[in-house]
């Protein structure tokens, strides 16, 4: 359900085709909502023929025809609906975190470098959303609600990451400590 969310609130913006609708997934909602482009294509065949989105075929030259898709009024109640729903629980399938509870299984030394990298990659990460909250907050636009709600999700994950931070950061330091113990006590 979340892609069809997804697709309908994106081209309820403007129309687009399945190209722009990943590449504005990936400038936008990436972080919380990942797909290929297989997934939208075939979502999106599911949306028209459930007559919530229309599909125009523009010529292009020396290239296949492009498909726009736009939200139909039926589209943009079913839209209405599925952001009306009650917010259930995401179900996570985090393989990082899977493989962190099962770390006393690794080897001392992988384990932790793959904890270095992912502390890494999740500063990347929140230094990346945070510059790019900059750059919105820095072009106001004519869309102030919509806005208002994309800042929030973007300000939420920013607090995860940097929770993630503390508590990864926290833990290497005190599992450095624990390591040079134990040689000390040895």
Known sequence: MSLKLA??????????????????????????????????????RTLREDGLIA???IPQVSKPAKQIHTITEQGKLALQALVNEPIKASVTRDEVLLRVFFGNFADEA????????YLDQITSERLYMENTEAQV?????????????????????????KVMEQVLTSFLERDSQMMKDKKTSS
């Open 137 to 161: 907050v820095a072009r106001p636009g004519t869309r102030e609600r919509e806005r208002h709600f994309q800042l929030l999700s973007l300000h939420l994950k920013v607090a995860q990451y």
């Open 7 to 44: 697709i309908l609130g994106i081209v309820s913006l403007q129309p687009a085709s399945g190209y722009d609708i990943k590449r504005t997934i990936d400038r936008s909602v990436y972080f919380i909502w990942n797909v290929t482009g297989p997934q939208i294509y075939t979502t999106l």
């Open 110 to 117: 992988t384990i932790l470098r793959e904890l270095r990298a």
């Open 55 to 57: 599909s125009e075929s």
